[in-house]
């Protein structure tokens, strides 16, 4: 793993914290410019990264990112932000599967923090619910799920957290099986036919009826 992140408290506090959750630490940076070369050289198998860091703090933790995605395909990539930009996400998250995107404030919850970062770097896609949140107020006025239902939806907002099918029947309560055939609902009535988009259409799904607006 690698973390990079220009708050040397907070970079050396998830080092400490994450070495002890039994993630092995290769290196730590406070800012980006030699972060693609010393991720080309360890091939981790998780970076976390501040979506803005030094010099000018702007997009470089998300310019790099893409720039190891694009060296590294398998990486799994967790980006960190102080607040919600949307259309930073939604560029973030099309990249691929093995994604995450939270808030800072996250890192607190010891526990979902260590569970997000196992869900990226075994390919799964992570997103901050505030960041859904977030996304639907902005589209409420024109809602392209309105074919789904409300169990549909919610199903939905759970996927988009970056749950498995048995994560979101225990948040909602029923079978494993019955997310299922929602999902398939889901991902149908947004135009996700099977076969297509396999590997991040759960993400997409959020993505796409964002977007449709």
Do not use: C, W
Request: aromatic content about 4%; overall charge negative; cysteine-free.
């Amino acid at each position: 793993m690698i973390i990079a992140d220009d708050d040397v408290l907070l970079r050396a506090g998830l080092a400490s914290l994450l070495t002890s959750a039994g993630f092995e630490v290769v290196e730590q940076f406070g800012d980006a410019e030699s972060l693609l070369e010393a991720a080309i050289e360890h091939g981790p198998e998780l970076l976390i990264i501040d979506i803005r860091m030094p010099p000018t703090h702007t997009l470089e933790g998300l310019r790099v990112a893409q720039a190891i995605r694009r060296a590294l395909p398998s990486v799994g990539i967790m980006v960190l932000s102080s607040y919600v930009e949307v259309d930073h996400a939604i560029t973030l998250l099309t990249g691929g599967s093995g994604i995450g995107y939270l808030l800072k404030q996250r890192v607190s919850d010891v526990d979902e923090f260590v569970l997000a970062l196992e869900r990226v770097a075994a390919g799964e896609s992570v997103i901050d619910p505030q960041l859904v949140q977030e996304l639907l107020i902005a589209r409420r006025t024109v809602d392209p799920l309105l074919e789904l239902t409300s169990r549909e939806r919610d199903v939905l907002s759970l996927m988009a957290q970056g749950r498995s099918n048995l994560g979101i029947g225990q948040a909602l309560h029923v079978s494993e099986g019955t997310v299922e055939k929602h999902v398939h609902h889901v991902l149908q009535k947004l135009g996700f036919a099977d076969g297509e988009q396999t590997d991040h259409r759960r993400v997409l799904a959020v993505i796409a009826f964002l977007e449709r607006a």
